[in-house]
């Protein structure tokens, strides 16, 4: 069954801090994989998108890695802000494509504290 | 440039009702795609509309069933409502046509927020 799971459920940490949220898939094979921010009560937003021949992928303040062979994403969040306190969820697009197989992880809870 | 938009925010309806939710894409795209997020779980693709057609569809029951105009705004109605379709219901447009790669950027909404009781 194509699965997609993450860790920590939920993190708190201090202002400033850095961070790394795990998703480990079984999808396979998999086109992409996207890391997304959800605020509470709004949608997602796309963070970062890696191809399955890419291995990191930057966006600012966040970097993203992959490593196909163990099937394993993370994100990592540097010198964090108040304002990066939000639900952060992986997203696998299996290589069949579609997107009734896209597969979301059920998301990291990221709280950052002054 | 206004992105995607959604009415209503919040909704509450009871068992057996129907409902329907509204969603405008962000300028220059044509393809929308609805998706249920149940509290504290990740979205689950409901369906996927380019040129006012369903072209993909999830796992849901023939009670979930949308629109889409040809101003690419989308509608999505749910009928004979059940508690567990509470949820945050989620638009997200993008450039088509749908291809197999979906590689290209989904832009959410902000969602409605519908109750059932």
């Known amino acids: 069954k194509n699965q997609v799971e993450q860790s920590p459920q939920s993190l708190i940490i201090l202002e400033g801090k850095n961070c790394t949220l795990q998703?480990?898939?079984?999808?396979?094979?998999?086109?992409?994989l996207r890391w997304y921010k959800q605020d509470t009560g709004r949608g997602p937003v796309s963070l970062t998108i890696?191809?399955?021949?890419?291995n990191t992928k930057s966006n600012g303040r966040y970097t993203a890695t992959l490593d196909a062979d163990t099937k394993q994403s993370s994100l990592h969040i540097t010198a964090s802000q108040l304002s990066d306190s939000a639900s952060y969820i992986c997203?696998?697009?299996?290589?069949?494509?579609?997107?009734?197989?896209?597969?979301f992880g059920a998301g990291t809870r990221l709280a950052v504290h002054p | 440039d206004a992105g995607v938009t959604q009415s209503p925010t919040h909704l509450i309806k009871t068992r057996g009702q129907q409902v329907t939710l509204r969603c405008s894409p962000k300028s220059g795209h044509d393809t929308v795609s609805w998706y249920q997020q149940a509290l504290g779980q990740g979205p689950q693709f409901i369906f996927q509309?380019?040129?006012?057609?369903?072209?993909q569809r999830g796992n849901f029951p023939d009670r979930f069933s949308g629109h889409q105009f040809p101003n690419y705004s989308s509608e999505l109605n749910v009928n004979a409502l059940l508690l567990g379709d509470s949820a945050l219901y989620l638009c997200?447009?993008?450039?088509?046509?749908?291809?197999?790669?979906?590689?290209?950027?989904?832009?959410f909404g902000p969602g409605t927020r519908l109750l059932v009781l």
């Open positions: 997203v696998v697009s299996p290589l069949s494509g579609g997107y009734n197989k896209l597969i």
């Open positions: 890696m191809t399955f021949s890419e």
């Open positions: 997200a447009s993008s450039l088509g046509p749908p291809s197999g790669g979906d590689i290209e950027t989904q832009y």
């Open positions: 509309y380019y040129e006012e057609e369903e072209r």
């Open positions: 998703c480990n898939y079984t999808v396979s094979p998999f086109s992409n």
